[in-house]
């Protein structure tokens, strides 16, 4: 696994996500006592938890990256 780790992870910063070819710019808006995130994409304003977008496992190119 390349990038940062989950506890390094920072509400209020923005973050790159790649899993599987996709490519995911969030901002974390909350840290969950359970461990999880509640993220908004940066482009389509949506709101989820981290955990939904690495439900279906973590690939080989895996990486998560803060973006200035």
Known sequence: MKGLAF?????GKKYRLINYGEIHDFTIENIRADGDFDVKD?????????????????GKDFEIRELE
Do not use: H, P
């Not at 940066?42 to 973590?58: F, M, S, V």
């Open 42 to 58: 940066l482009y389509t304003l949506e709101t989820y938890r981290l955990k939904d977008l690495i439900r279906y496992g973590k």
């Open 7 to 11: 506890d390094v992870l920072r509400t």
